[in-house]
């Protein structure tokens, strides 16, 4: 189980690094279309203002779950 | 023995006291925080000009994401004031803010009045109930779990759990009342302050109240011990051994149960109201009649949690919004597709009315209304001006939808929602004893106030926001309709990750010992 958790550990890692790459190339591609006025302009820019920087981070902190899980750190938990 | 049961019942009476001093503050804070978003349109049409762009960025921002965005920040702030000082005065604080800033919204003049001063005044006052609202629930679940014995931890604290859903149920019921005193034109006009400035006065009975709390007395028993933590930040996100405990709360539990609180009580509202027309009134009896039935089955899932464990309870609930949340909409959807029904003829209408505006523009409006045999009536108005200057591009018609639903739709609607308030519980019914017992009393507050609200607050509090907007983009020339259940992938995702995640890596034993 703990060899299954730490293996894991990449799936998050990737997943945070992937979901960081989604949001910001989807946000640029979503916002030239509104400049090139294919899309309402202010919603689409408040949507992406809104997301990137808050989600962002926040998968920073899948990959950090990761890395902790691929070192061991959750094999067993202390409490 | 008669000795024993004779102080457990006055145990019992005093925690009762204790629980229900904090909870009826928490349920305040959360009707304070749900009044707003039940009347954002109005308020947007109050407090910011439609004409202006920037005025209108900032109207969205508050009224979809600046409340629930600062959440975190209120757990850092307000978890670290009550880490150092106590939980007491810190949650006395965030209802103080919480009460002041909600009255202020029902007194400040609209934009009619003071201009730009009244979208930042609501942005501002907005920013201060998600601060305040980030501070308080910490505070209040680990009051309540820090006074409660373990073999009840669950229990006790899911009375705190349910006052997210009563604020709600209480925020319904008090607009639906001034709307029917007052009337639909006087509510849109004035009456919708009633609710904000009704606030002031639920605040004084709760401020009462827990100025006569004494402090938690695990908290009470570190400061006397001179253990308080002097850093609680500090402590909390860089050592590694509590910031790995953090990052698992949040992904291993919150997160998904956050998004399935929001997908089932207000992407839920969204869905029937926005994506289905459901008539405004429908929509606030279905809701209220849903939570009422359901409210109870907190407590019965947070005491089930102190029997079988936190964990096999919360995956539960997750695992089952993942599996049927599709067929669940499915069907809601069907109760409102005029697609699907048979129209009776005689009963059904078309008219159309011409007027003239000021400008000398011409206005045509054509009401359709359509009933069906099942007893649901469909009306649809649709508005087309001509513009007196002819040079100029005419504007686009607009088209609103109302759906009345047949009774038999709205309380097969009424069930459907019931359901997914039944996972609400699931999941949000022990996760309050879980948070406790994942950190130590010295920075129990800070530490669990961070993940509860970015699970709630941000992936929670922007589904409705996040689904819509998937809504929304699906919508193409090919497909005007769009998708109405493509929104559905965004909590289900979320919700299927933190699955994975709670179920590899989340404890399942409960801990029995919080004093440490």
Not at chain 2, 463 to 480: C, E, G, V, Y
Request: proline share 4%; aromatic share 14%.
């Amino acid at each position: 189980m703990n060899s299954i958790k730490r293996l894991a550990g990449f799936i998050w890692i990737f997943l945070g690094v992937a979901a960081i790459y989604m949001l910001v190339h989807r946000a640029g591609l979503e916002i030239g279309e509104a400049v090139a006025g294919k899309r309402p302009l202010v919603d689409t820019k408040m949507f992406w203002y809104i997301i990137v920087p808050i989600f962002s981070p926040i998968m920073l902190g899948l990959c950090l779950f990761g890395w902790y899980a691929w070192k061991g750190e959750y094999d067993k938990i202390e409490r | 023995m008669e000795n024993s049961s004779t102080s457990e019942i006055l145990e019992s009476r005093s925690l009762m006291k204790v629980i229900m001093a904090s909870s009826v503050g928490t349920l305040i804070e959360w009707y304070d925080f749900y009044i707003y978003g039940a009347m954002s349109v109005i308020i947007a049409k109050q407090f910011f000009p439609q004409d202006n762009p920037t005025a209108a960025f900032m109207a969205a921002l508050a009224t979809f994401a600046a409340g629930f965005v600062v959440r975190p920040f209120g757990a850092l702030v307000f978890g670290r004031i009550g880490d150092i000082i106590g939980r007491k005065y810190t949650f006395l604080l965030t209802l103080l803010l919480m009460g002041g800033s909600t009255f202020a919204i029902g007194l400040i003049p609209g934009y009619a009045q003071i201009g730009i001063w009244a979208p930042i005044s609501i942005l501002a006052l907005r920013f201060i109930q998600g601060l305040a609202l980030g501070g308080e629930y910490g505070g209040a679940a680990t009051y309540v779990a820090e006074h409660s014995p373990a073999h009840k931890r669950g229990y006790y604290t899911a009375y705190i759990q349910t006052t997210a859903t009563l604020g709600f149920f209480l925020s319904l019921g008090v607009i639906l009342l001034t709307r029917r005193s007052v009337g639909v034109d006087a509510f849109n006009d004035w009456g919708w302050r009633v609710p904000f400035i009704v606030s002031i006065f639920l605040i004084a009975v709760s401020v009462y109240i827990r100025m006569r709390m004494a402090e938690s007395p695990l908290f009470a028993k570190i400061k006397k011990e001179g253990k308080i933590s002097t850093n609680p930040l500090k402590e909390s996100f860089t050592h590694k051994a509590n910031l790995k405990m953090v990052l698992l709360a949040l992904f291993g539990a919150v997160m998904g149960q956050g998004v399935v609180w929001y997908t089932g009580q207000f992407y839920a509202q969204t869905f029937i109201e926005r994506t289905m027309s459901i008539e405004f009134e429908q929509v606030r009896y279905i809701l209220c009649i849903a939570i009422l039935l359901v409210t109870p089955l907190f407590l019965v899932f947070g005491s089930w949690s102190d029997k079988i464990g936190r964990k096999a309870i919360m995956m539960a609930g997750m695992l089952l919004a993942i599996l049927t949340y599709f067929p669940i909409y499915k069907a809601m959807y069907k109760q409102a597709d005029p697609k699907a029904k048979t129209i009776v003829a005689e009963k059904s209408s078309t008219g159309s009315a011409i007027s003239v505006n000021a400008a000398g523009d011409s206005i045509t409006t054509t009401t359709t209304v359509n009933a069906f045999t099942d007893g649901s009536t469909l009306k649809i108005v649709k508005k087309e001006t001509k513009l007196a200057d002819r040079t100029k591009p005419a504007p686009k018609a607009e088209t609103t939808k109302t759906f009345w639903l047949s009774s038999s739709g709205f309380w097969m609607i009424t069930f459907l929602i019931f359901i997914q308030i039944v996972y609400v519980t699931m999941v949000y019914g022990p996760i309050a004893a879980f948070l406790v017992e994942l950190f130590p009393t010295r920075i129990r507050y800070t530490s669990m106030s961070l993940p509860y609200h970015i699970g709630n607050g941000i992936f929670g509090g922007l589904t409705p926001f996040i689904a819509t907007r998937l809504f929304d983009a699906s919508k193409t020339t090919d497909n005007p309709g769009g998708d109405p259940y493509i929104g559905l992938w965004y909590p289900i995702l979320i919700a299927a990750v933190c699955f994975v995640i709670g179920m590899f890596y989340m404890p399942s034993e409960i801990d029995e010992n919080v004093n440490d």
